[in-house]
């Protein structure tokens, strides 16, 4: 079975917006490691309001540039 994947911009803590949406999920607190810990990062950081606490292991940053 072939699985199709959207194109075009798409970022992972809008999948996780969505997801807690359909979940009927308010408020979460969330919990990441690594890429799991960057995207619970940017959604508290895009959506504050709609998180109640983190705890982020080795997050990094998905958006920064070194220069």
């Known amino acids: ?3 199709d994947i ?3 911009d798409w970022e992972f803590h809008e999948d996780l917006r ?3 949406a359909h979940l ?3 408020r979460p607190t969330l919990v990441g ?3 799991g810990a960057a995207t619970a990062l940017d ?3 895009t959506y504050p309001d709609d998180v109640q606490a983190a705890l ?3 997050p990094g940053f998905l ?3 070194y220069t």
């Open 1 to 3: 079975r072939r699985l």
């Open 6 to 8: 959207a194109e075009g």
């Open 18 to 20: 969505a997801l807690l």
């Open 24 to 26: 009927g999920v308010h």
């Open 33 to 35: 490691l690594s890429l």
């Open 43 to 45: 959604y508290a950081l």
């Open 56 to 58: 982020l292991v080795s």
């Open 63 to 65: 958006h920064m540039t």
